[in-house]
């Protein structure tokens, strides 16, 4: 579940902590780990869980969302270490929108990509 106040998702008594891609090293990164350390700590019922134990689940597939009149793709990365994931937004264009579209919605074919006639099949990858 996500929460807006305390750790951004739990699952039981496992707590992760979402951030930016530009977290995921230097000292933002450990900004990042000592915030989710302070959910895990003095007493707390919570522990840390890690990006294995997010892969596989609902959470960790990219979406689209809409925000300032903009489509925007957006990608989890689990860090197998750590209780922190993070993410990275990109811009899309009508024509990515299309086929990302058509890529969740297995029933729409994909479209051809002018010259070349290739198919075009935009799916989400987490590296």
Same mark, same amino acid.
């Given at each position: 579940?996500?929460?807006?106040?305390?750790?951004?998702?739990?699952?039981? &008594?496992?707590?992760? =902590?979402?951030?930016?891609? /530009? $977290?995921? %090293? #230097?000292?933002? &990164?450990?900004?990042? =780990?000592?915030?989710?350390? /302070? $959910?895990? %700590? #003095?007493?707390?019922?919570?522990?840390?869980?890690?990006?294995?134990?997010?892969?596989?689940?609902?959470?960790?597939?990219?979406?689209?969302?809409?925000?300032?009149?903009?489509?925007?793709?957006?990608?989890?990365?689990?860090?197998?270490?750590?209780?922190?994931?993070?993410?990275?937004?990109?811009?899309?264009?009508?024509?990515?929108?299309?086929?990302?579209?058509?890529?969740?919605?297995?029933?729409?074919?994909?479209?051809?990509?002018?010259?070349?006639?290739?198919?075009?099949?935009?799916?989400?990858?987490?590296?």
């Amino acid at each position: 579940m996500f929460n807006f106040c305390g750790p951004d998702y739990t699952l039981g &008594n496992k707590v992760w =902590e979402l951030k930016p891609i /530009s $977290y995921s %090293s #230097g000292p933002l &990164n450990v900004l990042a =780990e000592n915030q989710l350390s /302070s $959910y895990t %700590s #003095g007493g707390s019922p919570f522990v840390a869980g890690t990006g294995v134990e997010l892969l596989g689940t609902d959470l960790m597939g990219a979406g689209a969302m809409f925000f300032e009149d903009a489509y925007y793709e957006i990608v989890l990365y689990a860090n197998d270490h750590s209780g922190v994931f993070y993410y990275d937004a990109h811009k899309m264009t009508a024509q990515n929108l299309l086929n990302y579209q058509r890529a969740v919605d297995k029933t729409v074919p994909a479209i051809n990509s002018g010259s070349n006639q290739s198919s075009i099949r935009s799916c989400p990858v987490i590296n």
